[in-house]
């Protein structure tokens, strides 16, 4: 018959046991984020596919809420059908395995440097709000600026696999076969292509994001409000969807970037100018006011300048 000292330590082993390691963590961590990642992959593609211009539909006719008659581009699931119709279902999965991959070693880049970020942090005796709000989004900026460095050159891949619909090219296949004719056509400089506008819109998001959340908490909502602390747990959401509306062209011009004159169809005129430099971009599309381009997925206007011909 056994002891209790020993049901005890037996019983000890056994939560321990199912007590989740970090490794267990992790693991989970980054099975999730691939499920994500591949059930977001279609929404991502038919952006990926409007931003280069790429409109193999043609605009239906519809009626704004005050009457007026416009010409609607297809939306999500029309274009989401066109692509099932010309490459199948698993079409709308074209470019998946860099994202997944990018998503796996952002989680791990991110967990790392999280860790020694928040050793640091810890030390420090911060004696203001305003003060603790700067040095976590310096903290947060470092995270995100590494984790984009270790992970921009999959996003390349994944871009250019998708954009190969456009012309229905295939040249970029397999994950090995992408990176060496990147690095035989362009060498390393080519896996980083539209970097920097992916850097700049995503520092410009976290910067703007805390720092407008912060003032808005700490001198528009009244202590005397009864649903404060609630209305403050969804300021920074809130600033979130607001700010990344302003901060997506650089997301764009990023993508844009990536596809240019990369040999791809959709990279190359008559599709898109040649461009010099992101700023360069940037300008062109301002010019033609395209900054948003792709950033909707519904009640897609044709530009004002083909409406006459409704009209008439």
């Given at each position: ?60 006719v519809g009626t704004t809420m005050f009457g007026r008659r416009v010409l609607y581009l297809p939306g999500f699931f ?115 292509v539209g970097l920097i506008p992916h850097v700049l819109g995503e520092a410009l998001f976290l910067w703007c994001c ?19 602390s609630a209305v403050r747990s969804y300021t920074k959401f809130v600033m979130g969807i607001a700010v990344s509306v ?67």
């Amino acid at each position: 018959m056994e002891s209790p000292e020993n049901l005890s330590g037996q019983e000890v082993g056994v939560e321990q046991d199912t007590t989740p390691t970090s490794v267990d963590v992790d693991t989970a961590v980054l099975l999730l984020g691939a499920g994500v990642t591949a059930v977001t992959h279609p929404l991502l593609y038919v952006k990926l596919l409007i931003q280069v211009g790429h409109e193999p539909l043609p605009p239906t006719v519809g009626t704004t809420m005050f009457g007026r008659r416009v010409l609607y581009l297809p939306g999500f699931f029309s274009y989401a059908q066109h692509i099932v119709k010309v490459d199948g279902k698993r079409g709308l999965f074209r470019g998946l395995s860099p994202r997944i991959i990018s998503s796996a070693i952002s989680t791990m880049v991110r967990s790392k440097v999280k860790q020694q970020v928040e050793l640091l942090f810890k030390r420090d005796e911060l004696q203001t709000s305003l003060r603790r709000v700067v040095k976590e989004t310096t903290h947060e900026m470092i995270i995100q600026c590494l984790s984009r460095v270790a992970t921009h050159p999959f996003h390349v891949m994944s871009v250019r696999c998708m954009a190969q619909f456009v012309g229905r090219e295939v040249k970029y296949g397999g994950m090995f076969s992408c990176i060496v004719r990147i690095f035989k056509e362009e060498g390393v400089s080519g896996f980083y292509v539209g970097l920097i506008p992916h850097v700049l819109g995503e520092a410009l998001f976290l910067w703007c994001c805390n720092l407008l959340a912060h003032f808005i908490n700490t001198y528009a909502v009244d202590e005397s409000f009864s649903q404060a602390s609630a209305v403050r747990s969804y300021t920074k959401f809130v600033m979130g969807i607001a700010v990344s509306v302003l901060t997506y062209p650089f997301m764009l011009v990023a993508d844009l970037m990536a596809v240019n004159n990369c040999g791809l169809v959709a990279g190359l005129p008559p599709n898109s100018p040649i461009f010099k430099s992101w700023m360069h971009c940037w300008n062109h599309l301002s010019r033609k006011g395209h900054l948003f381009r792709g950033s909707s997925f519904f009640f897609r206007r044709v530009p004002v300048t083909s409406l006459p011909s409704i009209e008439d």
